[in-house]
C-alpha cells in the first residue's frame, strides 16, 4: 500500500501498486468518500489486508461508515471485505445481485445488510447520489461503476486502468506514450471479448460514458485523472483494432524465474 491522500475534497484514494513481472505496476486503489452517508469503493487486495485496514482507518473510522461499494467481486477489489464489514458495523454492502450470490460461494454474505444494485439505479447518500453505471470496458459481468453527481467524478472499476513502467502516484509522471500503450494493453488484456465486438458498438458504450462527461475518473488501476475523459475515451477507441493481448505462457514464466 501507498499512502492514502485527498484526491479532491470528500474524496480519499488507499493507492496501492501491484508489480507485474516484465510488464510494471497495475495500480490498485480503494477511494472513500466523505459524503454525509461515507462509502468506501472496493476493498483493496487481500495479499495486503493488514495495510489496507491501516489506510482505511488513516483516512475514517470505519465505525463511521455507511455504504461499502463493491464494483465486482474479483479478488483485487474485495480483499478486505470481510474485516470491512466487521470494522463497519453500520454499513451496508452495496453489489450487483449476481456479485453477492457469486461471493456467497466463498462466504457467508449477511443478506440483511445488503443493498443490490442494477446499473442505472441510484443510491443516496445524504448529501448526493450515487449512481450504477457499468463502464464500457469490464472482467466481470458484475460490474457497476459509480457516478457522484456531486464531485462529478466517475469510479470506472476496471475500465481506463493502464500497466505502468513505475509505482508513481501523479499521472503527470507518466509519459504521454507509456500511458497510451500501458492503458491499451490492459484494456486488450482485462476485456479480450473487445476484439469480438464491432468497433461502431463499442463507439456507443463509449458514447455514453462521454455523454456523462464526468470531471474525474477514478479507475481502480490508474492513476487519478482530473479532465482526462475525451483522452481516455479516444485511447480506448483504438483497443478494438489492436493486436489482441496474448498471455504469457511457460517459456515465458522460465524466463522470468531464471532471472530471478
Ligand atoms: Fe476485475
Ligand atoms: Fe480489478
Known sequence: MNKP???????????????IPG??????????????????????????????????????????LRWVWLTHDDADHTGSILKVLEAAPQARLVA??????????????????????????????????????????FDNPTTIGIY?????????????????????????DVTEGDLAQGMI???SADSPWLHMVEPKVFGGALDKIRGINP??????????????????????????TSPPFVTPNQTALEQILAQG
Request: charged share 20%; glycine share 4%.
Open 215 to 240: 470531471k474525474i475518473i477514478l479507475s481502480a488501476h490508474m492513476l487519478p485523472a482530473q479532465g482526462k475523459t475525451e483522452h481516455f475515451l479516444e485511447l480506448l477507441a483504438k483497443v478494438p
Open 23 to 64: 510488464a510494471g505496476f497495475l495500480p490498485v486503489n480503494a477511494f472513500v468518500i466523505k459524503a454525509k452517508e461515507p462509502v468506501l469503493v472496493d476493498t483493496g487486495m487481500g495479499i495486503e489486508s493488514e495495510e489496507f485496514m491501516e489506510a482505511l482507518r488513516e483516512v475514517i473510522d470505519p465505525q463511521d
Open 148 to 172: 457522484d453527481n456531486k464531485s462529478e467524478a466517475f469510479f470506472s472499476a476496471d475500465c481506463f486502468g493502464a500497466i505502468i513502467p513505475s509505482p508513481v502516484q501523479n499521472l503527470d
Open 5 to 19: 491522500y485527498q484526491v479532491i475534497p470528500d474524496i480519499d484514494i488507499l493507492p496501492a501498486h501491484f508489480p
Open 96 to 137: 450487483n445481485s449476481l456479485a453477492v450470490l457469486r461471493m456467497s460461494t466463498a462466504w457467508s454474505v449477511p443478506m440483511h445488510r445488503v443493498n443490490w444494485l442494477n446499473p442505472g439505479e441510484s443510491i443516496n447518500v445524504g448529501d448526493r447520489t450515487l449512481t450504477a453505471v457499468r463502464p464500457p470496458l
Open 185 to 187: 494493453t490492459w484494456a
